[in-house]
């Protein structure tokens, strides 16, 4: 089964850096595209980032402060997390549609998320 898991959350002060990081493991046949979301309290879940191919785009709040990469050879994404604010504050989820492998054949297009890691800034 396809699993995605994060790391690299945690509490910096506003201003500060974090680079938060997500695996994909499992048998994978292909990846469509992989993104980061965010959900803060009593806020519904917003689309930070997404990476599709070589295309890039993000929510207009983190435009030229956080930067979405991948490595395709080991099924990771990245958030590069600069000149945090306190209103960045929020679990972070990867996001991946994913074709997995099931029994040897190419299963169906999913979407599978990650645990989440909580991001805390501070004032």
């Known amino acids: 089964q396809v699993q995605l898991v994060e790391s690299g959350g945690g509490l910096v002060q506003a201003g500060g850096s974090l680079r938060l990081s997500c695996a994909a493991s499992?048998?994978?046949?292909?990846?469509?595209?992989m993104a980061w979301y965010r959900q803060a309290p009593g806020r519904q879940r917003e689309l930070v980032a997404v990476?599709?191919?070589?295309?890039?785009n993000y929510v207009a709040s983190v435009k030229g402060r956080f930067t979405i990469s991948k490595d395709n050879a080991k099924d990771m994404v990245y958030l590069q997390m600069n000149r945090l604010k306190p209103e960045d504050t929020a679990v972070y989820y990867c996001?991946?549609?994913?074709?997995?492998?099931?029994?040897?054949?190419?299963?169906?297009?999913?979407?599978?998320w990650g645990q989440g890691t909580q991001v805390t800034v501070s004032s």
């Open positions: 996001n991946s549609d994913i074709f997995p492998v099931e029994n040897g054949h190419v299963g169906l297009l999913n979407t599978y």
């Open positions: 499992g048998t994978i046949f292909s990846i469509s595209a």
């Open positions: 990476v599709r191919g070589s295309t890039t």
